[in-house]
């Protein structure tokens, strides 16, 4: 079965940049998004089709890929990204989806 | 506005049914897919299944497949998750989202609703 890998933690100073990844064989044939959620809400869509932001979503947000690795970076961390963040891509199979472990963010 | 609105959960016992439905309003329901998605206490995201925007195609994570339905009323602008013989494992709090249509790109969830919680126990 498809699988998305992500470090369960990472922390980053307060304006600093941070890079999360998502690794895992589905990332060959299908684009990751990303998704940001704090305690207690639903996901937010930050970043769809490898490297886009849906309308409202900060500029410090981007996103990117390379064969089986995609990565969402924070450049100029605020307190207000401290959150878990989770990756999504198409499995193997085409039609269904798979979410990563997820990779919880601490601003310092 | 644009919004989905969750519905039906509770608490239920092992081998029981539930229904949840997922209310849509703000946008043209039926030129979009709606996806359930769950999260169980204290763990990550696991999607479970996606009705297409014409209904023509369902699909289901392994975890639900053959327990679980999704189905849609156009005429309601909702969507329901038929969950039968729940698990304790199905524990989760239930969130419904809205995908892409034929004209936007379709692996985006950009709309979800607040979620309803699922318990199954004895």
Same mark, same amino acid.
């Given at each position: 079965s498809s699988e998305l890998t992500q470090d369960p933690a990472v922390s980053v100073a307060l304006g600093q940049t941070v890079r999360i990844t998502c690794q895992g064989d589905c990332?060959?044939?299908?684009?990751?998004?990303?998704?940001?959620?704090?305690?207690?809400?639903?996901?937010?869509?930050?970043?769809?089709a490898k490297h886009n932001r849906p309308s409202g979503i900060p500029y410090r947000f981007s996103g990117s890929s390379s064969g089986n690795k995609a990565s969402l970076?924070?450049?100029?961390?605020q307190a207000e990204d401290e959150a878990d963040y989770y990756c999504i891509s198409r499995d193997s199979s085409g039609d269904r989806y798979v979410f990563g472990t997820g990779t919880k963010v601490t601003v310092l | 506005q644009v919004q989905l609105v969750e519905s039906g959960g509770g #608490?239920?016992?092992?081998g029981r049914s539930l229904r949840l439905s997922c209310a849509a309003s703000g946008f043209t329901?039926?030129? !979009?897919?709606?996806?359930? $998605?769950?999260?169980?206490?204290? +763990?990550? %995201?696991?999607?479970?299944? &996606?009705i297409w925007y014409d209904g023509s195609k369902k699909y289901y994570a392994d975890? $639900? +497949?053959?327990?679980?339905? &999704?189905?849609?009323?156009?005429?309601k602008n909702t969507v !329901? %998750?038929? @969950?039968?013989? %729940? +698990? #304790?494992?199905?524990?989760?709090? !239930? !969130?419904?989202?809205?995908?892409?249509?034929?004209?936007t790109y379709r692996d985006a969830f950009? &709309?979800?609703?607040?979620?309803? @919680? $699922?318990? $199954?126990?004895s």
């Open positions: 990332l060959r044939s299908s684009y990751a998004s990303w998704y940001q959620q704090k305690a207690g809400r639903a996901p937010v869509l930050v970043i769809y970076t924070i450049t100029g961390a | #608490v239920v016992q092992p329901f039926s030129t !979009y897919d709606i996806h359930w $998605v769950r999260q169980a206490p204290g +763990k990550g %995201l696991e999607w479970v299944a &996606i975890s $639900v +497949k053959g327990r679980f339905s &999704i189905s849609g009323d156009n005429s !329901y %998750l038929q @969950m039968n013989s %729940l +698990k #304790v494992d199905d524990t989760a709090v !239930y !969130y419904c989202a809205r995908g892409g249509s034929v004209t950009d &709309i979800w609703g607040q979620g309803t @919680m $699922v318990t $199954v126990s």
